[in-house]
Structures are given as C-alpha cells and as structure tokens.
C-alpha cells in the first residue's frame, strides 16, 4: 500500500509539472524565422543544460537525419528522429517560418518533412533538457512536443497514450521504421508486434498482456516504466530500475532485433562510461517468442534461424545457404545450390542429400503434409523424393515436410526433434535433372532415327517421302490463326495499333527528347490504368530501318534487369514502327547534370557506379551480349528513386555469343564515341567502355565534355583539362565550390584515372566494365596512368 501511495505522489508531481516544466524552464528560444542547414560541422540547438540537442546529424554518406540526441555524451545517442525514411543531403534546411509554420525542406525547396499545426500560432521553438522538443504559443502554452510522436525511444517524464507506439528502427544505422514495435493499443492492452515491413500494418502480438487495460504509459522519476490507469493507480510495472535518476542516464527503446530494453548510462566518471541495458528486457527470448501461426519471416529473416545467447537474438543460415545481404542478415537466406526438378519422379538419392540440425525447428505456417507413426529413415526418403520438399522435421516419430522459404526457424533446447535440410551434392552449376532427361529422349530419338535411315535404301525413300508430306501438310493445309499485327518469333510482348499509340501520345504531341533514328513522346495508356509510357517512333525513312527494329526489339526483350528501362511494347504496322517503354519520372541524368538544380557529390557518385553495374551486365553477364553504342548522358535515366537505369533509345549493336568483334557503320554521338569507330575499325565492348570514360568526367565535374564557351582555352575539352589537371595535382579545380567533392578527394582522384584508363586510344588498354567497377567500389587498386600519348579525347 505504502508502495502504490509513493507512486501515486510522484505521478501527481509528475503531471503537475509536466505542462509548466516543458515550456516555462529557462531556454534558449528559437524565434521565428530561424533555422537549421545540414551541414559537417555541427548544426543545431542545444537545450539549457547541453544535456541534449535537436539538429542534423550525418549518416555514414547516405545523408542527414533531422533528430534529437543525448549531446554531452561521447556517444551522441539518437533518441528522437524526424525523416528517418527520408534522409537528405547536405544544404538542407529546418525552419521555423515567419508565420509560424515548422518544415524541412531538401537543397532545392521540396518539403520532405513538417510539423501539423490547425490554426495554431507558433511563438518560438524550444530545446528542453527533458529531451524533449517544442513548439509553443506567445503565452507558453505547447501546440506540438516530440514527446508526443516517439520513435524507438522513450526517456524519464515521458507518456505514451493509447494507440502510441515506438516502432524500431530498421537496422542500427538506419532509422526508417522497421520490422517490430511496441504499442499501448486503444483498448488499453499492451503488446510487442511484428510489422509487414515495409508497410505500417501489423501482425499478430508475440508479447501480449491481454487482460490489462491501462490509460498511458509512463517512464517516471524514478526510472521505471509503469502502465496507469486513468486514475492514476498502477496496473503492471513494465521495466523496472534500480539505478536512481541522479546516477544515471536512463532510456528505453524497441531495438530493431524485437527487444524492449531499458538502457543506463553513468553520469559519474568513476564508472565504466557507456550505454549497457538491464537483465529485464522484453521477451526474455525473441527466438521462441514469435507465434508459429503468424505470418511473416518471424526474429529472423526467411530460411534462416534464430540462437539466443542469453543477451542477444543471432540469425544464422542453414547449411547449403547463404545470406541474401552479409550487411543486413535479418534479410533471410537463398540457397546456393540449383533446386531439386519436378520434371521426372526419379531417384533423387544420387542428387540430395538431408543435413540433420538438432533442436532446430520451423514450425507452423510452412507444414504442407504431416506424417505420425513414421521412422526417420521414412522421413527422410519422403522429403528426398517430393520436389516440393525443402526440409523436413521429424519429431516424436511424426514427420512435417516443409516448402519454401522456410519462416520463424529457431533453436531451442527444449525442442527435441531435429531439421532435416534438402542440400543438393554437387554444385549449383549443374543443370535441372529435367533438362538432362530431355537431353538423354532427343540422344534416343536421333539413335531410332539412324538405325532406320540405315536399314535400307527403300526405307529410307519412305522415310523421306513421309516426311516431306508432313511438311507440307503443316505449311499448307493448317488453318493460320488470324494476327491483325504481326508479333516476332519468341517475343511475349504486347503488340499496339499506330492508332492506340496515337492517341496515347496525343498525336505525338509531347517530345522527351531525340537522336538520329528516332523521337521519343510522352504517353498515357487509357486501357492500362492511365499508365505513362514512353514511346520511341523510329524515322520513316531510316534506310534498313525494319532490321534494325527488330534487332533491338529482339536484344531488349531478351535483357532482362531491374535497372534496364524496361520495354514494354512495340507496333510493326506497316511503315509504322515504335517502341513503348516505362516511364522514367525523373529524367535523364543530362537534364539535371547541366540544369540549374545539379545533383549532389553522393548522387553523382550513386549514378556513376549504377551505371557502371548496368553496363556490366549488357556487356558481359547478359546471356546475349549487347553493345549500346550510344552511351551519354541523355540516355541515361532516373527512376522515382534516382537510381540509374540505362535506356535503349539509341539503336544497340547486337553480337552473337560467339562473336567477339565486328564492324559498323557509324553509330552514338560524336564526343562520347572513341575515335577510331569514326575511322571503320572493328568495334568491342571497348567501344561503351569508352563512352563510361567521358560520361565519368561529366559527373565529376557537372559539365559537359565540350564546351565551345569556356572562359579558358585550356578547359574546352573535358578530358584533356581532366588530365592536366591530374597530372599538376590540381584536382581541386575540377569540383571547385563543391565542398562534398572536395572533402571526398581521394575518391576523386580515382575516379577521374578510372575515367582516364576508360577513354585511352588504344582499345586494349581500356579496362572491362568489371574491372572498372571493381576500381570504382574499391575491390581493385586503380594503377599509375600511361602517359598522354596513349591518351586521346579527339572530337
């Protein structure tokens, strides 16, 4: 009683403190018009004490997160952040408006984040030494707080009503909303729950307390975090402390490994100085805590497993696996071995083989058969000889067969069955059994075929009679089925009228853009939900222009790559031949690269080295290599996302597997194309290598590689300043007043000799594009250059 009465005191302190202790402590207000800009050295506004601080804070090179931290601490601890899923570069900007609105806007005005106030007037922002962040009226009174829109964190004075929640983090350096959260839900229940990332809906609650109604959440003075209801009286203590608030900084935040964990930190210096959290956290063991029916990949990601230690929860994968992403493990696993067919129900004994993990379960939602009163040995030779089986569990002489992918897998001692994984022997290179099997029926059928076309003379006549009459029946005598527009061999895309086209662009109406066989417009699908399109229309009088619109109607479709502008269509109407693309919402890279609004150092970095991966793949992973020939800035586009996706809007050169060189007539765009193409010489893959050479510099250096215009002779041509400019230690001068770039110079040294090695005269020293990738994420040491002889950058 005495315990619940000294609770019931404090909180009654706590709430009658709270409205005035927020607002009225002394603070450094922060009045209209002031304002914030992300930028390296520090940039923000610290509360009365320096206890904590609101502002930017940089995030490894992916940009700046608007956020409150703990700001006297060597650690400087987030607890508090505002675009966690919108980081934004350098230059941007929060301010408190004049007429009194609170908004972050990126470099170039967009609003990527503000605060909702309904008829509200702002007086003036207020750091507090609670942590907490406000903004208030000309009479003090609070119209918003970030107490009030917790991410991850709570810390001591802080609330949380009902239907507030703390969602984790995705991951310990990025801070968009993750995959588990904490909720005091409307009907006053508490519970820890699984999100479908990356949406907002959650799964079912794998820490429930169920009977319990409270009206908030509290993490009061004296360090616990307590459910009240609203008389104020105590319901559960949720986290309790035995480390007074004098002595210690205290938090407590739901990590992105599923933990709620209360966190303390020593003010005193005699103390070892670091954040460690309290033996109490919630649940005690995540592995086991997620429900077997829920959906969802579970603690861990997809075909992997969950160890606790006793501290921590440790995703693991299964033999014969590997982890999608090494970075970020929680991903889940891919096999690493070609699956089993179900093209022939064969012996797969020879093939696979099951690896046994003891204690090691997937229980639930992945069971599809499930067999009692069976030995193991009958298990294993079900799941052996099912296609669909990817593991097996065999407990209790009960046998589950399980599909992939394989969700909330753990090991618990308390279980006392054991896994049983399908691993194929050999490697993953091996072709499907399917295939084999067909290989080994055409072998039987060409054997039948020779014995009977060598029995005899008039057998064989027979033969051959027999057979020119079946050709002949099926080209003559089979009904054609009736095609308005003809669609080319192997080809699974949709074929458009000239008149659906036409109206789609509105009588080609809107011009993207041009080259020397084409004019790209803008469209919309009516028929396809008002899809945008972009729709290429070659020139009518391109001499073999229907050749060449097959060769890369054909080359495109065969490439396959989320990074590829995709081809969606095409029309072959009589003298009408157009090609119909996804549309990219951002443009090519050259509208930005020599337009007002330039993107940054880290943008221009993403692009070069997207593009680099893309070229990669058409040059030397596609199954039928491709060469652009026509790679410059504007043919390079951005996605919603400003990722790099290479269009085909200039005509391919197509090669044969087998081919290794060939030659053309003159292709690209003079300036990007290496000179020795303009003199008849045998093109390669060289020929884009090239092309990526002056592309590199251009967004190096946010111009273009020739300008007619330029204040100093010496700087016309992009490369040869590029190379001088190298060669005098004056690298400086290529991304002057770009501070990004220039704080980043060693990564522009190299980058600019990787543009260098691209464009040399001589084919053969120019690097694959997997090399120049290699150099560019830093997997190859980027060499001394060869002297300017070997160096050409004639237009």
């Known amino acids: 009683m005495a315990l619940q009465l000294s609770y019931l005191l404090s909180l009654l302190f706590l709430i009658l403190l709270l409205p005035h202790s927020t607002t009225a402590q002394t603070s450094s207000n922060q009045s209209l018009g002031s304002s914030l800009t992300a930028q390296e050295k520090d940039s923000y506004w610290a509360s009365p004490s320096g206890d904590f601080a609101f502002g930017f804070q940089q995030i490894g090179k992916g940009g700046y997160l608007l956020a409150i931290w703990s700001n006297k601490l060597p650690e400087k601890t987030i607890v508090w952040s505002a675009n966690g899923d919108n980081l934004v570069p350098r230059g941007s900007k929060v301010e408190l408006t004049k007429d009194g609105k609170f908004v972050l806007n990126d470099p170039a005005g967009l609003e990527i984040w503000k605060v909702d106030l309904v008829r509200s007037v702002v007086a003036y922002a207020a750091m507090l030494d609670t942590g907490n962040f406000v903004l208030a009226s000309q009479d003090s009174s609070l119209l918003w707080q970030s107490f009030d829109h917790p991410t991850d964190t709570m810390l001591p004075s802080q609330t949380m009503s009902q239907g507030s929640k703390l969602v984790a983090c995705y991951s310990e350096m990025n801070y968009s909303n993750g995959r588990f959260q904490f909720q005091l839900k409307s009907d006053g229940s508490l519970a820890l729950q699984t999100r479908a990332y990356p949406t907002d809906y959650s799964y079912a609650d794998y820490w429930p307390e169920k009977n319990i109604s409270g009206f908030k959440v509290v993490f009061n003075q004296s360090g616990s975090i307590i459910l009240i209801t609203k008389n104020g009286s105590i319901v559960k203590s949720i986290l309790s402390n035995p480390s007074s608030m004098q002595d210690f900084?205290?938090?407590?935040?739901?990590?992105?490994?599923?933990?709620?964990?209360?966190?303390?930190?020593?003010?005193?210096?005699?103390?070892?100085?670091?954040?460690?959290?309290?033996?109490?956290?919630?649940?005690?063991?995540?592995?086991?805590?997620?429900?077997?029916?829920?959906?969802?990949?579970?603690?861990?990601?997809?075909?992997?497993?969950?160890?606790?230690?006793?501290?921590?929860?440790?995703?693991?994968?299964?033999?014969?696996?590997?982890?999608?992403?090494?970075?970020?493990?929680?991903?889940?696993?891919?096999?690493?071995?070609?699956?089993?067919?179900?093209?022939?129900?064969?012996?797969?004994?020879?093939?696979?083989?099951?690896?046994?993990?003891?204690?090691?379960?997937?229980?639930?939602?992945?069971?599809?058969?499930?067999?009692?009163?069976?030995?193991?040995?009958?298990?294993?030779?079900?799941?052996?000889?099912?296609?669909?089986?990817?593991?097996?569990?065999?407990?209790?002489?009960?046998?589950?067969?399980?599909?992939?992918?394989?969700?909330?897998?753990?090991?618990?001692?308390?279980?006392?069955?054991?896994?049983?994984?399908?691993?194929?022997?050999?490697?993953?290179?091996?072709?499907?059994?399917?295939?084999?099997?067909?290989?080994?029926?055409?072998?039987?059928?060409?054997?039948?075929v020779s014995v009977l076309l060598s029995s005899s003379v008039f057998l064989n006549l027979l033969f051959l009679l027999a057979v020119f009459l079946l050709v002949f029946r099926f080209k003559y005598w089979k009904p054609k089925a009736h095609k308005p527009y003809p669609v080319m061999p192997g080809m699974n895309l949709r074929s458009y009228t000239y008149e659906e086209l036409t109206e789609a662009t509105n009588g080609f109406r809107e011009e993207l853009g041009r080259g020397a066989f084409a004019k790209v417009y803008n469209g919309v699908l009516e028929s396809e939900d008002r899809k945008l399109v972009a729709v290429k229309r070659l020139n009518d009088m391109v001499r073999d222009g229907d050749l060449e619109f097959k060769a890369e109607v054909s080359a495109i479709d065969r490439t396959n790559h989320r990074n590829l502008v995709q081809l969606l269509g095409f029309c072959n109407e009589g003298q009408h031949r157009l090609l119909v693309y996804e549309f990219m919402s951002n443009g090519s890279i050259a509208s930005i690269l020599f337009g007002g609004s330039r993107p940054n150092w880290h943008q221009r970095i993403q692009i070069a080295l997207g593009t680099a991966k893309r070229l990669f793949y058409l040059l030397e992973e596609c199954s039928t290599q491709i060469i652009h020939c026509d790679i410059k800035p504007q043919n390079i586009l951005l996605d919603d996302s400003f990722i790099a996706r290479i269009s085909d809007f200039g005509l391919a050169k197509l090669l044969k597997t087998d081919q290794t060189r060939t030659t053309t007539s003159i292709r690209g765009t003079k300036g990007y194309v290496a000179p020795k193409w303009f003199r008849h010489m045998p093109v390669t893959a060289k020929v884009d290598v090239y092309s990526f050479g002056v592309l590199l510099l251009e967004l190096i250096c946010c111009r273009k590689s020739f300008e007619v215009e330029a204040q100093d002779e010496d700087r016309m041509i992009l490369a040869d300043w590029a190379y001088d400019c190298f060669k005098e230690r004056k690298l400086d001068l290529l991304v002057e007043n770009d501070e990004e770039a220039l704080d980043d110079v060693k990564r522009v040294e190299n980058y600019v000799m990787i543009a260098i090695w691209c464009i040399q005269e001589d084919p053969s020293l120019r690097p694959t594009m997997k090399k120049v990738v290699q150099m560019m994420v830093g997997a190859v040491e980027v060499s001394f250059l060869p002297g300017p002889s070997s160096f050409s950058s004639s237009l």
């Open 249 to 448: 900084y205290q938090r407590a935040i739901m990590e992105y490994d599923g933990v709620l964990r209360h966190y303390v930190y020593p003010k005193s210096s005699l103390m070892p100085r670091s954040w460690s959290y309290l033996p109490n956290f919630i649940p005690s063991n995540i592995c086991n805590s997620i429900p077997i029916d829920m959906c969802g990949s579970g603690a861990c990601g997809y075909n992997s497993y969950c160890m606790f230690d006793g501290q921590r929860p440790k995703c693991q994968c299964p033999d014969g696996y590997t982890f999608i992403d090494p970075e970020d493990v929680m991903k889940g696993c891919k096999q690493n071995f070609l699956s089993q067919s179900c093209d022939e129900a064969l012996p797969e004994s020879d093939l696979f083989y099951l690896k046994s993990m003891l204690n090691t379960d997937w229980p639930g939602m992945t069971d599809y058969e499930s067999f009692p009163e069976q030995n193991e040995d009958w298990c294993r030779t079900a799941c052996l000889g099912d296609c669909f089986c990817a593991a097996a569990v065999y407990e209790n002489r009960i046998c589950w067969k399980k599909k992939a992918p394989l969700p909330n897998g753990r090991i618990d001692s308390s279980f006392k069955g054991k896994a049983l994984i399908k691993i194929r022997k050999d490697n993953s290179t091996l072709k499907p059994l399917g295939a084999d099997l067909k290989k080994k029926d055409q072998s039987t059928v060409i054997l039948i």
